[in-house]
């Protein structure tokens, strides 16, 4: 029903009809829907890109993170590599953005023998999302096998 069709009704006829027909409310309703929608697009997108690591420096647990990365990359068997959850040592300079890991990892060596290795890790964050490897500059990495 029109607005302009519900002026002409009587005042019965207005009690009588049901409120999906009436004019003011149908408006509302519409409004409310597309707002709810837009308010769901707009909070899915911040929520989206809360996930981005941008503008702010790693913490220590998030260098670790990146560092265990590099360091599988030196292994011999990355793939069995079994690192601790949170046993490392940082060494953190904000001011020049360098970093510096010491933790162990276990993992295969090429004879097929479980060993226990050391490994430090200098490298500096140089920007970006810290969760990807270009935003980090490897200075060295240390393996060293304990006995």
């Known amino acids: 029903m029109k607005y302009s069709e519900w002026k002409t009704l009587s005042d019965t006829d207005r009690k009588n009809t049901g409120w999906y027909r009436h004019p003011h409310i149908k408006t509302f309703t519409l409004f409310t829907i ?55 040592k940082p060494a953190i300079d904000t001011a020049n953005n360098s970093y510096q890991i010491q933790s162990f990892v276990k993992a295969l060596n090429v004879n097929g023998k479980m060993i226990r290795s050391t490994w430090d890790i200098s490298m500096h964050y140089i920007g970006g999302d810290w969760s990807e490897k270009n935003s980090w500059q490897v200075v060295s990495v240390t393996l060293s096998p304990e006995n």
């Open 34 to 88: 597309a707002f709810a929608i837009a308010f769901i697009i707009v909070v899915l997108g911040i929520s989206k890109n809360s996930t981005v690591h941008l503008n702010r420096k790693p913490t220590a647990q998030e260098a670790f993170n990146i560092a265990k990365v590099f360091v599988k990359d030196h292994l011999k068997q990355p793939s069995t590599a079994a690192f601790p959850d949170n046993s490392f």
